[in-house]
């Protein structure tokens, strides 16, 4: 009964798994939205898609990439899944281009090419986890802040003068709103800048006189 199954497939099975799992930690820890059983699944069905066009291939004949080249459509329509579009932003690029190269690991491990599936998802790894810190020193890394700044109501058109700042900055918002409070007019807006776009637009709100606080955007919970 379980003669289609052997030492040989699980060991490809066992393997895309974990190196799928791998990369889903990563994706785990950074908050991204495919964490690791995302991630682990797509690499351990990429392997099994393979072995079984391979399979099919040999005991009844044809191509025996036609079954695998399918993965690359499907893969496509997950990772447009996981991009996100708000007022402007796009969020996820990064996670559906991981899942796009996760599912040719899986590929590549149910192919047989063990090495280099495994050196594949080391350097996927290496370049998530090795670029993203470089960028995060170097002050690249575009982080989503939330802004919330308070104006005395003798400080005139503030909003008008806040909106203009942000605007010279070339930096893209969200979510615009205005309050009145007893302390003055509130303007909270959020935005995805560097650690250099935002020093610059707290240093040009400060000659404002007005009050500034930097809060993060809660991060989007993995699947």
């Known amino acids: 009964m379980l003669h289609d199954l052997n030492a040989y497939a699980v060991a490809k099975l066992l393997l895309a798994a974990l190196l799928g799992g791998l990369v ?9 939205p495919a964490g690791i059983r995302t991630n682990m699944l797509i690499c351990l069905g990429s392997a099994l898609f393979t072995l079984i066009s391979y399979e099919m291939a040999g005991n ?4 025996h990439t036609r079954i695998a080249a ?12 996981v991009v996100i579009r708000d007022q402007g932003a796009i969020i996820g690029i990064t996670s559906a281009a991981t899942l796009f190269v996760v599912a040719s ?13 495994i050196f594949t998802a080391l350097l996927l790894l290496s370049s998530l986890v090795g670029i993203g810190h470089i960028e995060e020193r170097v002050g690249l890394h575009v982080r989503l802040l939330n802004f919330r700044i308070t104006a005395p109501p003798d400080n005139g058109d503030a909003v008008g003068r806040v909106h203009q700042i942000v605007e010279t900055a070339g ?5 615009w709103h205005t309050y009145k409070t007893d302390e003055g007019m509130l303007i909270e807006f959020e935005a995805g800048v560097t650690v250099a776009q ?11 006189k007005v009050h500034s606080e930097v809060r993060p955007v809660a991060p989007i919970t993995p699947l």
């Open 198 to 208: 935002e020093r610059e637009l707290l240093t040009r709100l400060a000659a404002l």
């Open 105 to 117: 690991i899986g590929m590549a491990v149910g192919a047989g090419l063990y090495v280099t599936g």
């Open 24 to 32: 889903g930690i990563e994706r785990e820890l950074s908050h991204k």
């Open 70 to 81: 399918q993965i690359i459509t499907g893969i496509g329509f997950i990772g447009a899944g």
């Open 171 to 175: 930096i893209r918002t969200r979510r």
């Open 60 to 63: 009844f004949g044809g191509d």
